[in-house]
């Protein structure tokens, strides 16, 4: 193999000459210290488009208790073009995968079926029934963490064409949910709402729907050390992007709220459930003065283009009037936009804020908003922040011979790269369909704030967001703050 590698400011691009096939691994070092190294590994295979492609589409990516017994499955086979492969004759093999191992297959699975004329078939197999024809593993405890593993065979009727597909995606597991936060400061601020996103993921880190998450404990410390239950629903289902919300009304003088989320799967034992502990401390503001920022609810999330509107909350004494609400709009670790805004004052003491969403804040966003007040003796900084999602806008529907413009905007000098990838190369790594999650997840990583926002106290704020001010306003950080983490 020829390796050559031309520098061009951090990236590089290189050139691969080979002349065999098999896995290959190329490393990527600076020459002069060698301080970053990168591996990457690749498989060669001999360059065939197929005629048509398989897929396996299950209606799960776990197999656990509930669904042991009757795992349920869709093969369906299409022509390049897009035409169904009708009348087909498939055969069907399972096993597991352990790790990099190759996959254990189970002989005696082998099963012959038929697809339908609209080039489908829905298939439930029984695990168990298999798993017993084996001298292996026989039973879910003993194959948890390993893949399921199926193999297709389609030979379709008029041409004789034969397609092979294999499938491993599909993980055995005790507890096929993951419980986490996201867009939820883990910090309380007394007689301001407290809005909780629970995300319900699988072992895929997909977001799953219509999942009840109940609400299992919610306690609430006062400062006397007595505790009461916080009012908050009992339960919440996950949305199409798998978040569950949770709005809790948080009452004055509490200091600390203990709440814990479990999944309420029916199919599931109770051992099988998914648990998130979540911990919340008060804000400090020596005055009692909080800002509190309403992120939109799921399914209405930020898009590029498009204008938004935030609401704002205030809790504070009214002798002393809020003049303005300053934000900025951080994203990928810059300030991308800020602005200031007169404060109207209203009955249920909301401000709307109200900015237009450009691409250089895709994928995500952190808004930050504070104010400054005086009059009371000493000068005060009150803030709260909040990560927000933000969609992009990608170019789909295009037409065979139609031309396509592109407008192509970087902040330096640099090199672009430009590829077009025929869709017949997905039915060979089906895997990589989602080219673009893959760099937005990369661009994620430059954010310099943690946690999804808040802070224990307004200095904190501007920490946890990746930002270092000066000011003369009373912003000195609580001697708690500098110990508090936020994941």
């Known amino acids: 193999m020829i390796v050559k590698v031309i520098p061009v400011c951090l990236l590089f691009v290189v050139y691969l000459f080979v002349s065999r096939l098999g896995i290959w691994s190329i490393e990527a070092a600076y020459s002069d210290d060698f301080t970053t190294t990168a591996r990457a590994e690749f498989e060669v295979k001999e360059y065939v488009l197929p005629s048509f492609y398989i897929l396996v589409e299950p209606d799960t990516n776990y197999v656990s208790s509930g669904n042991f017994k009757s795992f349920n499955f869709k093969v369906s086979a299409r022509y390049v073009h897009g035409a169904p492969v009708a009348e087909g004759e498939v055969f069907l093999r399972y096993g597991y995968v352990s790790g990099t191992n190759p996959p254990v297959i189970i002989p005696s699975s082998v099963s012959r079926e038929r697809l339908s004329s609209a080039g489908d078939l829905d298939v439930t197999v029984n695990m168990e029934n298999v798993l017993s024809k084996h001298d292996g593993p026989r039973d879910l405890d003993s194959l948890v963490g390993k893949y399921l593993y199926i193999n297709v065979l389609l030979q379709e009727d008029t041409g004789g064409i034969t397609q092979e597909a294999e499938f491993a995606a599909v993980k055995f597991l005790k507890s096929p949910y993951r419980l986490s936060l996201v867009s939820t400061p883990r910090f309380i601020k007394p007689g301001l709402p407290y809005n909780i996103q629970v995300v319900v993921k699988d072992h895929l880190d997909q977001p799953v729907n219509r999942v009840k998450v109940r609400l299992v404990e919610r306690q609430l410390f006062r400062k006397s050390g007595a505790s009461e239950d916080l009012p908050c629903p009992l339960s919440s289902v996950s949305q199409s992007d798998g978040i569950a919300v949770f709005i809790c009304n948080t009452p004055h003088e509490g200091v600390r709220a203990l709440l814990k989320f479990q999944t309420e799967d029916p199919a599931l034992p109770a051992a099988s459930q998914a648990l998130l502990v979540l911990e919340a401390l008060a804000f400090h503001s020596p005055n009692q003065r909080y800002l509190y920022i309403d992120p939109p609810m799921p399914g209405r999330s930020l898009e590029a283009g498009h204008f938004c509107n935030i609401k704002v909350y205030s809790a504070s004494p009214s002798y002393v009037p809020i003049r303005a609400l300053s934000y900025l709009v951080l994203s990928k670790g810059k300030v991308v936009n800020f602005g200031s805004q007169n404060f109207v004052s209203s009955d249920d003491h909301t401000q709307v804020l109200n900015f237009k969403v450009t691409p250089a804040m895709v994928p995500s966003i952190r808004l930050l908003v504070y104010y400054i007040l005086f009059g009371e003796g000493t000068s ?108």
């Not at 790594?429 to 943690?450: A, I, W």
Request: proline residues 4%.
């Open 380 to 487: 005060e900084l009150v803030a709260d922040s909040v990560w927000l999602d933000v969609k992009g806008k990608c170019v789909n529907g295009l037409k065979p011979k139609q031309n396509l413009q592109l407008d192509i905007r970087t902040n330096q000098d640099g090199l672009v790269a430009l590829s077009a990838v025929d869709s017949a190369l997905f039915a060979l790594k089906p895997n990589y369909r989602d080219p673009v999650s893959t760099v937005m997840s990369h661009l994620e990583q430059s954010d310099l704030g943690c946690g999804g926002g808040g802070g224990q106290d307004s200095a904190d704020v501007f920490r946890m967001a990746g930002l270092t001010f000066i000011t003369n306003a009373n912003a000195q950080p609580s001697a708690s703050s500098t110990a508090t983490s936020n994941q």
